[in-house]
């Protein structure tokens, strides 16, 4: 089987080309090792980010926004927003603020990226 993938990790955008046969994983049009670790993520493993906004608590209506501090497994997508609808914090947030520390044991933060006072 083959899949073509952007890779993401800089702004080159090596289109790649990953092809999977017989447990084996070969990996075209990378320009640098970084894009190998990145298409057998991305076969193997998908991860991803993710962004959203939550109440405030305290205000009329107030949001900050939030974003995780690294990728988490795409299965885990859901349940981790699950989580984050949960967050009503007290005015005041700060950027940087961590609401959920090491959410779901997945070894990731949830942090606000917006202050709220
Ligand atoms: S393979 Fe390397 S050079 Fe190409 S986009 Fe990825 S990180 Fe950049």
Redesign the pocket.
Known sequence: MIDRL?????????E?EVETAGGRLEVR????????D?ASEEVLRPKRNLAASIPVAGTDGRTTAVRLSGRVPREMIFPVLAEIAKLRPAIPVRRGDVLIRDVLGTGVDVIATRTVV
């Open positions: 952007t890779c993401l990790l800089c702004p080159l955008g090596c790649l049009g990378h320009q640098c090792d970084k894009g190998l990145f």
